[in-house]
């Protein structure tokens, strides 16, 4: 059970990665929450691990520290494009994306946005770009799916909110069959200042597929322009969409280090 894995970050997003197309390798909800412990395992928000792929170049499992597995990850894909190199095809189970290694990071091709209640999921039909419900101050937000499910809420100042305390409460609602992830951003000078949490991650330094849907949602609301720049608290991505198009982020990636671990260890 023992294997190499590498630590990568995009953003402060960090992640253990495990590369599996040669040696196999199975790892629990248990030992993945141990292994993203940040006091006792080796620590990051998502493990990911990466398998032979019949339709792309590599498939990627991403499983969040609470060990759920989840459909996309914008700051991981960007790790594993610019960890492979040149251009890679990226299977996840929200479906095939490229990313183009950069000098400092890469860019990926996230797909199409998706807007129907139905792909989000909603537990009911509703107009999804200014949806009719709310939680306290935050309210009419729009969701988004771009390969996991986003609801976003565009305020006056994202710093003040307290999502720390709002963003569990909303994950899972009823509303989201498949929990969501939650997004809460202002506009200043044509730039998106984000805060997320992520759904079995909580608060993170950023989110990839966060940003694309932020900035999806802004564009379609006349809020700002593409391409738009995101910031967020662990730094800033570059988003360019234009209706009925796929979505390219662009942004950072770091190599932390490699090490090797006795999987068995674990949990």
Request: net charge negative; aromatic share 6%.
């Amino acid at each position: 059970m023992t294997g190499r894995f590498h630590k990568m970050h995009g953003l402060g997003n960090d992640f253990v990665i495990v590369d599996a197309r040669e040696q196999e390798i199975e790892l629990s909800a248990a030992k993945v929450t141990a292994i993203a412990d940040r006091h006792s395992g080796i620590g990051c928000d998502q493990l990911i691990i990466l398998r032979p792929s019949d339709n792309a170049d590599v498939r990627m499992q991403i499983f969040n520290a609470d060990g759920s597995e989840v459909e996309a990850c914008g700051n991981a894909s960007r790790c594993v494009a610019k960890l492979i190199g040149e251009e890679t095809r990226i299977e996840t189970k929200g479906g095939v994306i490229t990313g183009h290694a950069t000098a400092d990071g890469a860019i990926v091709d996230m797909g199409t946005p998706r807007f129907d209640w139905q792909a989000i999921p909603l537990g009911y039909a509703m107009d999804v770009l200014y949806m009719p419900v709310g939680w306290e101050d935050l309210q009419n937000p729009a969701a988004v799916n771009v390969g996991n499910p986003h609801v976003i809420f565009f305020v006056e100042d994202g710093a003040v909110v307290e999502l720390n305390r709002l963003g569990p409460m909303i994950e899972v609602d009823p509303l989201f069959p498949e929990k969501v992830n939650v997004n809460v951003a202002h506009i200043a000078d044509g730039v998106i200042h984000l805060r997320v949490w992520e759904r079995g991650v909580g608060l993170t330094q950023a989110c990839g597929t966060g940003a694309c849907a932020t900035a999806v949602a802004a564009i379609k609301r006349g809020l700002v322009t593409s391409p738009v720049r995101v910031d967020l608290p662990g730094g800033s991505l570059t988003i360019s969409w234009t209706a009925g198009e796929t979505i390219q982020m662009q942004g950072p990636t770091t190599y932390v280090f490699s090490g090797e671990a006795d999987w068995s260890q674990f949990g």
